[in-house]
């Protein structure tokens, strides 16, 4: 994007991606009063929300956008299937999952929620709206695992044979011996 300057119609300057994402999240910082953000060379920093919720934000440099991910709870040993096959589901449904993806980190052996939208016409006001945004859904989601910890199936699901297992050993027949694993890639 070229900015011309207003003393000069001559002159130009080019804004790099990453300046428009750091620069948005130094404005943010400032907002709220963080002191301290680092965001790394990679373009990537980590907020800690309330004490505890992880908020990963990440500069995508090849399609110049922003992406938050967070993890929103451990995949239960039982129904690990049928919450799986819920998750998945929900990304295919728009207005549950509010245009966000649904993922399972195989590392942690929980599930993670992300959302990635453009820099091109951000601002600090359209960050903060995504930002609440994300937020709400990472709690919702959150609580929604609570219960499939607790044993409740998730809506339109039931259980199957070899549900009660862990996540890497299900025999559940509709993943052919194993479950899928959905990983954000940052």
């Given at each position: 994007m070229y900015v011309h300057s207003i003393f000069s119609s001559s002159i130009k300057f080019y804004i790099m991606p990453i300046d428009t994402f750091t620069n948005i999240l130094h404005e943010f910082a400032n907002r709220i009063n963080l002191s301290g953000l680092?965001?790394?060379?990679?373009?990537?920093?980590?907020?800690?929300?309330?004490?505890?919720t992880l908020i990963h934000i990440k500069h995508e440099n090849k399609r110049d956008s922003m992406i938050f991910i967070a993890e929103i709870g451990q995949i239960p040993e039982t129904n690990t299937g049928a919450v799986l096959r819920y998750l998945l589901r929900m990304n295919n449904d728009p207005e549950e999952s509010k245009g966000?993806?649904?993922?399972?980190?195989?590392?942690?052996?929980?599930?993670?929620?992300?959302?990635?939208?453009?820099?091109?016409?951000?601002?600090?006001?359209?960050?903060?709206?995504?930002?609440?945004?994300?937020?709400?859904?990472?709690?919702r989601w959150k609580q929604k695992m609570v219960l499939y910890i607790q044993g409740t199936l998730p809506k339109g699901e039931e259980a199957s044979g070899g549900d009660s297992g862990g996540t890497s050993s299900s025999t559940d027949s509709t993943f052919q011996g194993s479950v899928p694993e959905f990983i954000i890639g940052a």
């Open positions: 680092q965001i790394d060379s990679t373009g990537y920093c980590c907020l800690d929300v309330d004490q505890g966000m993806t649904l993922s399972y980190n195989v590392e942690s052996n929980n599930a993670a929620i992300g959302y990635q939208f453009p820099l091109r016409f951000m601002n600090i006001d359209k960050f903060e709206e995504f930002f609440k945004v994300f937020l709400d859904e990472v709690d």
